[in-house]
């Protein structure tokens, strides 16, 4: 089945940046689309942004501008700079692997292999 392993999160002030990491093992070849997730106490788990093995991403609204997602696929690892972090960007954030091959999307139903999570806080 594989694993997923998050690290990067920790604890910023307003304006801040944070890089998370995920690292793959346990599996061979490369999931087509990983993604990004989050969820807030009380709230639903949210689609951040998705990368495709060919370069292909898509943000959500609420960090398109701020949030960059890259992938390095010989090293297996997915990425999520996150620069101006706001107080509602606080969250559990989860690494993803997508289901199939040609498609990608945000939809948490479209998701085979889920990473443990690392926590981001940011205080206003």
């Known amino acids: 089945q594989g694993q997923l392993v998050e690290s990067g999160g920790g604890s910023v002030q307003a304006g801040g940046s944070l890089r998370l990491s995920c690292a793959a093992s346990?599996?061979?070849?490369?999931?087509?689309?990983m993604a990004w997730f989050r969820q807030a106490p009380g709230q639903e788990r949210e689609g951040v942004a998705y990368?495709?093995?060919?370069?292909?991403?898509r943000y959500a609204t609420s960090v398109k501008g701020r949030f960059t997602i890259s992938r390095d696929n010989v090293k297996r690892t997915l990425y999520l700079q996150m620069n101006s972090l706001k107080p509602d960007d606080t969250a559990t954030y989860y690494c993803?692997?997508?289901?199939?091959?040609?498609?990608?999307?945000?939809?948490?139903?479209?998701?085979?292999?889920w990473g443990q999570g690392t926590q981001v806080t940011v205080s206003s």
């Open positions: 993803a692997a997508g289901v199939g091959t040609g498609t990608c999307s945000l939809d948490p139903l479209q998701i085979e292999l």
């Open positions: 346990g599996y061979t070849g490369s999931h087509y689309c």
């Open positions: 990368a495709t093995t060919f370069g292909t991403t």
